[in-house]
Structures are given as C-alpha cells and as structure tokens.
C-alpha cells in the first residue's frame, strides 16, 4: 500500500531525532538510555509498518503524539532531567498516557464500527478511556520495579514517586477523554474512520463471525 507523505515525513524526523540521541548517549558510555533510543526506533517505525502493509492507517496527529513521547523520554535521559527536573518525568508520563488513552479511543470507535453485534455506547468512551490509561500505566510501573529488582535500573526513585506517575497517568486518561468527547467524538475529518484498512477490516469480521457461528 502507498504510504501518505504526512507519515513518511513523521517517520524520517523521528529516526532522524531518536538516532541521533541514541548515537550521542552511545558515544557517552550510556548504555541504558541508548537501549531506550533503539527501542524509540522501532516504537516511531510501527505507524508507518502498519500503513504499508496495509492494515491501519492511523491519524498524522497520533503519529506526531507518539514521536513526542518517545522524544520526550530518551531526551529526559540522554540530558539527566528525571534527576534535575522534577516535572519532567511527570510531563513524559502525561503525553504517554494521554497517547496510550487515544489509542484506546480509536481501537473503541473502529469495534463500534465494524463490530456485527457489540456496540459500545456513547457514554462508556470516556470511562473506557480512563480505565485504560490508568491499566497500562500500573503495568508500566510493575515492568519499572521489575527492572529495578533484576537489573538494577533505578527508576523508581521512592513510593511517592510511583503514586505519582499513576496519578499523573489518571491525568492522562482524563485529558484524552476530554480531547475525544470535546473534539474527536464526530469525528470532523474522517481521520479516525479511515484508520482500519480493508484488510483488517475481513480478518475482524471473519474473526467475529467464526466466533458468532461457533467455529
């Protein structure tokens, strides 16, 4: 499938950016922040993967939301500020989970869409929202002490620092409820409907009626 101009201009200015940290942290003997810029390559490379095989296109604004948060996080270690900045890990956490919550948005809208028999109401959005966000970002504090625990990475810095990253991770999921019910809940320009492609539009149903008929 040809990908639109939008995506493979993100595509080329996040690798530009994230390499360009990871290969600075690198030449500094920094090998954990450099783990984190090959990961952040490939997290800002799923979008355009996605469009050219032809199964999701998701809107250019996730796209650039993603590429803000994963520069937001390697630029935080590569430049020391979850040490110096106290707001700076609680930024990080507010646009990763806000991102994290308009992702469960869209996956909502596009099973609304194309589901046979489910549908979900209007009202449970911003609930489902919230829950999610909040989901995903108790896991990410689990895999932070896990990683604390087994390799000595000291991300968590003290309990208060943990309840504050699932606060701020609530704050997420409330600012994303409010950008979908003030914003995209019409859905003004497509963008959200477009997403699924062809493709994964059969697997689904093919998925959903198999279940329905009970094969």
Known sequence: MKVRR????????????????????MSRGLHY????????????????????????????????????????????????HYDDTWWWDELT?????SLVGMLA???LFLFDLHSVNIKVPRWGYPIMIL??????GVVWEMAEFAGDLLAGTRMQYSLIDTLSDCYVDMLGGLTASTIWV???????????????QEALIERFRSVFIGLGTGR
């Open 33 to 80: 922040p450099g783990t984190a810029a090959a990961m952040g390559a490939a997290i800002v490379a799923v979008p355009y993967i996605l469009e050219r095989t032809a199964l999701i296109k998701l809107p250019v604004f996730v796209q650039v939301w993603t590429m803000m948060a994963v520069g937001l996080h390697i630029f935080g270690l590569m430049q020391g």
């Open 93 to 97: 956490h507010l646009v990763s989970s």
């Open 182 to 196: 003030l914003w995209l809940w019409q859905d003004p320009f497509n963008e959200i409907q477009d997403t699924a």
């Open 6 to 25: 939008e995506t493979a201009i993100v595509l080329a200015i996040s690798e530009a950016l994230v390499l360009a940290m990871g290969a600075l942290v």
């Open 131 to 136: 829950i999610f966000s909040i989901l995903m």
């Open 105 to 107: 948005a869209i996956g």
